[in-house]
């Protein structure tokens, strides 16, 4: 059998191996550049794993530390076993790209194959994040061999020259991932981009540098591979969204009407084949369903509006339900709402369904909208206000978890005015219950006195609220203000019932949940994960 590489490069005495086609100089750069672009792409690869895993499971932290630990340790088996093909440097880093091209660049959409209909997320990305780290591992032990058959130079510049390449190209990939791939190609089809960039600078490059080093065999092997990288990666490319809607449907019950990534989550609306049930999604988790969102935010807003109701804040909330409630007192002279994300708001002002809900609240005079951080925006506020609602998408990762913390608790106290209250979405005591109590114990570390009470929202199961008030005031009693618009759910003897807890849902002794140390909503348990 033919040797795919040229065995008087084998040797390493030749100064130049045969066939060079630009001095050393020039080929030094080439194979440098090769480091730059391919570091890029690797740290891209691994980016794309973290995303993904955030938005179908939030989480950050976790996902973040699982693809982090899995791919330094596969890079490092990699590195071992590329010894083993230092023979060959030339062929075996072309083989590599080709390879790494398209683990890499398929890696999203068989991550959210494996989510959306096999349930396989997390082997899945156990396998591919080995893959890609063992992959990564063997490029800069075979690039090195490279860069010593163009020119014999001491271990430690050499050393020196690709590892500053390699950083370099991953300060690029870095930066490049969050303002350039995703906002312009989204993550599906900026990772297709970026394994195809991988493959035509890892392959091209090597073949066309070192091809006087290489049998015809070692030139054929890996150009044809590469057409078919490139073929493989162009197909899902065509395909990616066609693809990504399947998907998507397949995470959900009911026909997807709306779709979008926006600067900061997945926003999707289902509606039911008879449009009975409208449903608004964030990242996956439920916000609310049109057949009974009534009840929750009858239950947050008219309990708290029991006193001086003037000034009103809505933190979260951006769907304009709970303003809808709050704008049927006549009194209310102005709500402030602050949701981070604007394409919430715009949807909730545009979209015919979700407008109809809100009853075009959010164009309502008396109301001024915010997009900011909720955490910042309190620390910068010097407003005060009669009632404070605090709507918040559930702690599932370490983003959301420092919104449900006893700092953010201790924020909201400056910004309530001197006879006000606060009303905060907790979660459910019966699913979630010591995630439930942990509210409720950081309220008391940020000086509230908090009343507990639950009610059932259908779509949500049971459901629990606090009702807040500064702790020299005393616990506030959970009732209607005398005066309130007519409601559909709340009443007094609902509101009585609402303070039962059953004997298997009562406090569990949970710690309240803090900057430094944030508690994570864990669904399947029902409990906090604290880091």
Known sequence: MAAVDHPAAASGTARRPPGLPVPPRAARLLVLFAVFVCAACGLVYELALVALGSYLLGDTVVQASVVLAVMVFAMGIGSLLSKRLTGRPAFWFAVIEGGLSIVGGLSVPVLYAAFAWFSLYQPALVLLASLIGALIGAEIPLLMALIQRIRRQEAADAAADMF??????????????????????????????????????GVLVVLWLFRGTLSPRGRALPAVGLVVVLAVLAASFALADRFEISARQALYRDPIVHAQRSEYQEIVVTQTLSGADTRLFLNGDLQFSSLDEYRYHESLVHPAMNGPHGDVLVLGGGDGLAVRELLGYADVASVTLVDLDPAVTRLARTMPEIRALNGGALDDERVRIVHADAFTWLRDNRDRFDVILADMPDPDDAATAKLYSAEFYTLAR??????GRMAVQAGSPYFAPEAFWSVGAGLR???????????????????????????????????????????RFLDAATLRAAQTFPKDRRPTGSEPSTLLRPRILDYERGAWEGY
Do not use: C, I, M, Q
Not at 450 to 462: K, L, R
């Open 164 to 201: 500053a390449a390699d950083y370099v190209g991953g300060l690029l990939g870095g930066l490049a991932f969050p303002f350039a791939l995703l906002p312009v190609f989204g993550l599906l089809k900026g990772t297709l981009l970026v394994g195809a960039l991988n493959a035509v600078v």
């Open 414 to 419: 400056g910004a309530l005015a001197e006879r």
């Open 445 to 487: 570390a940020a000086g509230w006195a908090a009343t507990p009470y639950n009610v059932d929202v259908p779509s949500f199961g049971n459901w629990g609220f606090f009702l807040a008030a500064p702790r020299e005031r005393g616990a506030p009693a959970v009732a209607l203000p005398e005066e309130h618009p007519p409601l």
